[in-house]
Structure formats: C-alpha cells, structure tokens
T-cell receptor, first 112, second 114 residues
Framework: QQQVKQSPQSLIVQKGGISIINCAYENTAFDYFPWYQQFPGKGPALLIAIRPDVSEKKEGRFTISFNKSAKQFSLHIMDSQPGDSATYFCAASKGGSYIPTFGRGTSLIVHP | GAGVSQSPSNKVTEKGKDVELRCDPISGHTALYWYRQSLGQGLEFLIYFQGNSAPDKSGLPSDRFSAERTGGSVSTLTIQRTQQEDSAVYLC????????????FGQGTRLTVV
C-alpha cells in the first residue's frame, strides 16, 4: 500500500517556468511533510518542510502548498533554473514515529 | 564528521555472497534509518534505530537482511546470500530523533549483484 502518492513521475520545464509536483497522502496522523532534493550520485537533502497548521510555506523560489482537507500537498518551484534539475521526493511522517514515508520521486529537467 | 558517511560507495558482489554496508551517522544523532532506492521505485524504508530502543525492522524485505547499531553510533546493514534483485542504492540517514524529523542522508552505497 502506497501511503504517499507523488506525481508526475517526470517533468520537463523551460528555464524561468514554474515547476509543480503534487503529493497525496492517506494517513491523517501524518503531521510533518518534507520535500527532499536529490542530485545524481548524492543522497537526498531536505529542501523545505511544512506542518499541517499552516497552508503555505515559502523559502526563496520554493513554496509548499498544503491542503489538509484534501490530504494533498505540492511543491512549486518559481523561475525554475537548470540547476534545479534533480529528483524531488515528497515525504510524510507522523508524531511519535519519525520514519518518513517517501513518494516515488519526480525527475525534473529544466531546459536552458 | 560533518555529514553521514557510508562505505563502500560501490560494491559489486557475486550472487550468493554476503555483503556488509556501513553507516557513520552525524555525531549526536540518536535516530538512524536505512532505505533502499531502486530505479523508479523511490525510497523504500528498511529499518530504523532510535537511541537504545528496539529497532523497527518492519521494512526489511526478507530474513536475509539484518542490521545492527553498535554503541548508538555506527550501523551495519548485512545482506546474506545476495540475489540480483538486491541490486540497488542503499541509503543511510540520521536525525536528532524525537522532536526533530529532518533526516540527513549519506550518499549511499550502490550494490550490484552479478
């Protein structure tokens, strides 16, 4: 059973465009929703995270939008740059159990 | 060290052999995780250690997989009688544990079973 569903599997965007990656979860006990960025040959690194008490969090060009009632959250990358080309994973974890459950990842390519 | 360190970075082994993968977490991190990353399959949880508590082994795919964590620090993931389907990147992560859920990942060990 896939607890965190991520889409799309791959995404191609032109430089300067907006990249949007979506995730949906099933377990209402989840209370921490991070996004990780992974470059080839490297381990994932935390990019931005949100807790369900807010609907949006912005850090620079990266924004998480969170819809608690729909059990969905998304990552928006504004003014996408070729250096943003990477694999992005959404994840979710629940209080008392700090084991993140990851989505299957989105391969983002930003063309110059 | 400054980050999570894994060794070896690459391992090629023959089917049926045993392998050991090592993880050095960030100093002071009480939580340690092992994940497996297969092409197109995302990150598959394997096992979780938190302090001195019994590990959560719920993600181990078979009894050929085991892991230990000595002295609350270094961890070793052992795969016995390796199979070709074990080929993947094995990632280790650590975190401060309770109250802080940011996981810091190592760069992984790429295991190839031939």
């Amino acid at each position: 059973q896939q607890q965190v569903k991520q889409s799309p599997q791959s995404l191609i965007v032109q430089k300067g465009g907006i990249s949007i990656i979506n995730c949906a979860y099933e377990n209402t006990a989840f209370d921490y929703f991070p996004w990780y960025q992974q470059f080839p040959g490297k381990g994932p690194a935390l990019l931005i995270a949100i807790r369900p008490d807010v609907s949006e969090k912005k850090e620079g060009r990266f924004t998480i939008s969170f819809n608690k009632s729909a059990k969905q959250f998304s990552l928006h990358i504004m003014d996408s740059q070729p250096g943003d080309s990477a694999t992005y994973f959404c994840a979710a974890s629940k209080g008392g159990s700090y084991i993140p459950t990851f989505g299957r990842g989105t391969s983002l390519i930003v063309h110059p | 060290g400054a980050g999570v360190s894994q060794s070896p970075s690459n391992k090629v082994t023959e089917k049926g052999k045993d392998v050991e993968l090592r993880c050095d977490p960030i100093s002071g991190h009480t939580a340690l995780y092992w994940y497996r990353q297969s092409l197109g399959q995302g990150l598959e949880f394997l096992i979780y250690f938190q302090g001195n508590s019994a590990p959560d082994k719920s993600g181990l795919p078979s009894d050929r997989f085991s892991a230990e964590r000595t002295g609350g620090s270094v961890s070793t993931l052992t795969i016995q009688r390796t199979q070709q389907e074990d080929s993947a990147v094995y990632l280790c992560a650590s975190s401060r544990g309770l109250g802080n859920t940011e996981a810091f990942f190592g760069q992984g060990t790429r295991l190839t079973v031939v």
